[in-house]
């Protein structure tokens, strides 16, 4: 799968993009944020709210409950506001 970050997510975790294969027992977007957070502490400190993150799989806006599965590209990024 291909993960994309965001914004300040893509500071704090150091890097833009990564490709993984999906971790075993992980089938959600909420489970694959839970995982990532404990790859280190840039990534616990980027995902450690939802409430500040906003999630796409495939370019489609999704709920933390959605099932992601192996080649899905994955978004993580603040939420977006226009002005």
Known sequence: MKLLYFAWLKTKIGKAEETLD???GVA??????DWLKTRGPG???ALKDRRTLRVAVNRRYVGWD?????????????????G
Do not use: N, R
């Open 22 to 24: 999906l971790p075993a």
């Open 28 to 33: 959600t977007a909420g489970a694959l944020v």
């Open 43 to 45: 990534f616990a400190e």
């Open 66 to 82: 959605f099932a992601v599965k192996p080649g899905d590209e994955i978004a993580l990024f603040p939420p977006v506001t226009g």
